[in-house]
């Protein structure tokens, strides 16, 4: 490989990828193989830089998010102590910026899903519907496009184990790709109205809508509650009320986690979900 060093400073490359933030990259070697658009991508951390092709280093600067600032955003967190305890378990995780409707699509069939199984569909529908791309003799595949989804029927989709998904994502697929909802518009909305926007679409609620804020647009206060987070706010920050809405856990969320809170949403995330894990294992 044509290679390239990158600075990487306050970055952990397996932490961000492993998160569950993003789902298509693969372990190759002693780093990492995916595709960032259309363009493939093999990226190894070395110390603090990026192995990566020639070529690629705006792209790759720009996709890892190495330009946010990580000591300003984790200094505001909160300092209570299962915040502070998430801010070391996660230190060097970042946010990537995802393509948008990658992001959406990604989140749409991720509903009650695991980690692997979201990873599965997302690969089954990048070798079936995407465009194929090639590194090193490795064949690799874009995420298909909305024009590309929406020429399917909903038994296609079905069959890549979508289940009820399949309806959601067609539906969404054929919504962008009529114009009906401009994901490029998205850029002058503020939080509420793009959220607004994106429940629009099939399959898309705010828990959905939050995670494509934070990882396809950038909301970097978006704060998506899921099970584990519901869990952790119920546990951590609400012991003793045992009828918190879910209304209330997200008016608490805005406002205790402030500007940077959809860092914070996934510290807790991460960390909630790796802990308590080995905790039931054990």
Known sequence: MNSARLAAKDFDLTLTLECGQVFHWVREGAG???VIGELPMYVEQQGEELLIPRGTE???RDYFALDHPLAEIC?????????QAAREFCRGMRIIRQPAWECIATFITSSMKQVAHIAQISHTLRRRYGKK???EGHTLFAYPTPQALA?????DLRACALGYRAKNLLGSARMIADGEVDLEAFARLD???AREELCRLPGVGEKVANCALLFGFERV?????DVWIERVLREIYFPRKRRVTVSRLREFSATYFGAYGGYAQQYLFHHARKTWQRKKAG
């Open 191 to 193: 939080d509420d109205a």
């Open 133 to 135: 791309v090639a590194w």
């Open 221 to 225: 206060r978006a704060f998506p509650i």
């Open 75 to 83: 200094a505001s967190f909160p300092e209570d102590p299962a915040m």
């Open 32 to 34: 990492w193989l995916g």
């Open 151 to 155: 020429q399917l029927e909903e038994e």
């Open 58 to 60: 705006e792209v790759a």
